[in-house]
Every structure is written in C-alpha cells, then in structure tokens.
Nanobody, 124 residues
C-alpha cells in the first residue's frame, strides 16, 4: 500500500509560481510512474503532467505545457510539480497519483494510488 501526501499549495497572484511536492511512503517509489491531476469545482478531474519510473520521460497536458515542469527524486521518494506563469484557470485542487504499469496515462482510472490533494488558488 502506497501513501501519497501532497504539499505546497496556496494562494498566488496571476503570473506567479508555486512548487508542489508529493511524498510517497509504504512502497518502492521507483516501481511507480507518477502523475499530477487537478480538479476544479464542478469539473472532472483532469490530467496535468506525468513522469516515468526513472524520470526519463515526461508528459504534459496542452494547457500547461511550457509553464509546468514535473520531476522526481527517487532517493527522496518525492515527485514535484513546478508551476510558473500561473493563471486563474489553474485554480483547482491538485492531486498526485501512482501508476504501477503505465507512464503518462491521462485517465484517472489507470492510477493505483492517490493523495488527498492540495489547493492551488490563482487570483487575477
């Protein structure tokens, strides 16, 4: 059983930056590809970014490509999401997720474990 805990969310002005972290425990972190999703009120959970087991491959939603960067540190059992040039439409709860078999999957149902989420609010 893998436990995931996100941190780093908060309130930021448009154009600002935040760095989210997701710490994993209870399993072998490098056995899992990782993803970040977000969910705004009244909307479905959507894929934001994904990273392969070693970090050699990364995947992004078109809406964040060029602004967000996903990375991981397997020695620290942590995956990160650096978010730059934030926009009000980025406001959402952000979740990290672990997938044993697929890297970069866009469907939430593909993922095996989820964190509890961290709120990101971008003011205009």
């Amino acid at each position: 059983q893998v436990q995931l805990v996100e941190s780093g969310g908060g309130l930021v002005q448009a154009g600002g930056s935040l760095r989210l972290s997701c710490a994993a425990s209870g399993g072998t972190f490098s056995d899992y590809a990782m993803g970040w999703f977000r969910q705004a009120p009244g909307k479905e959970r959507e894929f934001v970014a994904g990273i392969s087991w070693t970090g050699s491959s990364t995947y992004y939603a078109d809406s964040v490509r060029g602004r967000f960067t996903i990375s991981r540190d397997n020695a620290k059992n942590t995956v990160y999401l650096q978010m730059n040039n934030l926009k009000p439409e980025d406001t959402a709860a952000y979740y990290c997720a672990a997938d044993r078999y697929y890297a970069g999957a866009h469907e939430a149902s593909e993922y095996d474990y989820w964190g509890q989420g961290t709120q990101v609010t971008v003011s205009s």
